[in-house]
């Protein structure tokens, strides 16, 4: 079983429309523009398409901010970059990212509800999640975490209704390895990012990392990759950004050893050299 884990690519294009002068569209544009630019490439996502496509794992995860302002544009950028992708015969999950979710904006709003949808594979609305499916011989459990915040906020929260269906669905015998597709880290070594960046109400899906309940928890939002694992490979992993590095995470359940084999690769590189392990924080 070999999964594929990639997360925030952040497309960005100018405001489209005069609402967005007076929100945090602007400020998000003028972040990418003079901050995040520098150091994000675009490109960055086709290499590492074509890199899953030459792979072909069995299952492709992206853990959001496709996008940078949640705007139409910039969606349809994103779904162009990723349509190879999309059209193949690779299981491909997407979960939103805060990004995605930026403003309480009809169109903004309605462009993330048919990307999840497209992306998907058209099997699922926005509004169903969380969800749980069977995939490689995995359970894997995808939720969403994102919604519109205010101009000094990127954080996510864990709805009080969807804690409890995980949690019930957590309770029930495991049969095979059960991973979470999110956007926020819920374990971090060095404490969580502070109230303004992090996933509130983490406490549910952190107990249930932590307890081995749920084997692996797949996230973005931290632009620098890391991995937060046991010697089997359990725990969480951060695929970073792969605009800023260019990495993926490249993950196989080992079946016969009861193991999670995980390394970062260079997406961008001819080598397509695998790190070293040492990303853990």
């Not at 404490?191 to 549910?204: C, D, F, H, V, Y």
């Amino acid at each position: 079983m070999k999964i594929i884990h990639f997360s925030d690519p952040h497309a960005c294009l100018a405001p489209q429309h005069l609402s967005a002068l007076f929100d945090k569209r602007i400020l998000g544009f003028f972040n990418h523009t003079f901050r995040r630019s520098f150091n994000h490439d675009p490109a960055m996502l086709d290499k590492a398409v074509e890199f899953i496509l030459r792979e072909k794992p069995d299952v492709a995860v992206c853990t959001g901010d496709i996008t940078s302002t949640g705007q139409p544009a910039e969606f349809e950028k994103a779904m162009e970059q990723l349509a190879p992708l999309i059209s193949s015969s690779i299981e491909f999950l997407y979960v939103p990212g805060n990004h995605d979710a930026y403003v309480k904006d009809k169109a903004c709003e309605k462009a993330l509800k048919d990307a999840f949808y497209t992306i998907n594979g058209m099997r699922w609305d926005l509004e169903e999640l969380p969800i749980r499916l069977e995939l490689g011989g995995c359970e894997f459990i995808v939720l969403n975490e994102c919604h519109p915040t205010n101009i000094f906020l990127s954080s996510g929260s864990l709805k009080e209704h969807d804690a409890k269906i995980i949690s019930k669905w957590c309770a029930e015998k495991k049969t095979k390895p059960r991973i979470l597709a999110g956007h926020f880290p819920v374990r971090l070594k060095q404490g969580n990012l502070g109230a303004r960046r992090s996933l509130k109400n983490r406490q549910t899906l952190s107990s249930l990392l932590l307890s081995g309940t749920i084997d692996l928890s797949l996230c973005g939002h931290v632009h620098k990759h890391f991995k937060n694992t046991d010697a089997a490979g359990r725990g969480e992993v951060c695929a970073g950004s792969t605009t800023l590095d260019g990495n993926v995470a490249v993950i196989e359940y080992l079946a016969n050893d009861d193991r999670f084999s995980i390394s970062f690769v260079s997406a961008g590189s001819s080598t397509q050299k695998k790190k070293s392990g040492d990303e853990n924080v």
